[in-house]
């Protein structure tokens, strides 16, 4: 949806695979029932536990031609912190649409650099333009449509670039992300760390 990975799980929100053949047959008191159109019928409990060991199980939707993604983890294995909130961000974290959606802006930002290589004459031009950039896709409104935070998905997106002294005309930024779209209710910051392409001088 909009170019974005946010939306990828859930019946609502992009991860519905809709029109599976559904077969019926009568039970022997008459009832007619469907057949499951997936290999096999996966309950909530599998599916979670699935879902932890880093699969992404399709589980057909009872009664209906239809089946979903709930899940988006990823194999990696969340890191452990002391605290629950830093917990419940680093297990946020690993899930396969944010680190997608991140992947995607470090990809672009360092495209974008490699093009702009010896247009900037400081840290802080880069920065600037970065950060002016990513305000394009940011939405500051909590109460959006869905359909506004899929094409608007950061709720907050900032760049910090500083030259590297190690390597003059090098830099390295970081760049803090906090997406507010499908977050199962919890507030997750993702942080990534790049070295741009070096300028001219």
């Given amino acids: 949806m909009h170019g974005w990975c946010a939306a990828i799980r859930g019946v609502e929100g992009g991860g519905l695979v809709e029109g599976l053949p ?15 159109p997936t ?31 709930f899940g988006a983890q990823s194999t990696q294995k969340p890191k452990k912190y002391n605290s629950d909130s830093a917990n419940a961000n ?4 690993s899930q ?21 290589v010896g247009s900037f004459a400081s840290a802080g031009n880069i920065e600037t333009f970065l950060n ?44 803090f992300l906090r997406p507010h779209f499908q977050l199962d209710e919890l507030s997750v910051s993702l942080r990534l760390v790049t070295e741009l392409p070096q300028s001219s001088n």
């Fill in 132 to 175: 002016e950039w990513l305000a394009q896709y940011i939405l500051l409104d909590d109460g959006a449509s869905q359909e506004a935070k899929a094409q608007y998905p950061l709720r907050e997106a900032s760049v910090k670039v500083v030259e590297n002294p190690a390597q003059p005309g090098h830099y390295k930024s970081v760049v």
């Fill in 22 to 36: 559904v077969h019926t047959f009568k039970t022997s008191d008459g009832e007619v029932v469907f057949k499951c």
């Fill in 96 to 116: 396969i649409q944010y680190i997608m959606a991140v992947s995607r802006i470090a990809h672009y930002l360092k495209a974008m650099m490699r093009d702009k």
């Fill in 39 to 69: 290999e096999i019928a996966i309950t909530d409990r599998r599916e979670k536990e699935l879902s932890d060991l880093g699969f992404i199980p399709l589980v057909h939707c009872k009664n209906t031609d239809y089946a979903a993604f």
């Fill in 90 to 93: 680093s297990a946020l974290s």
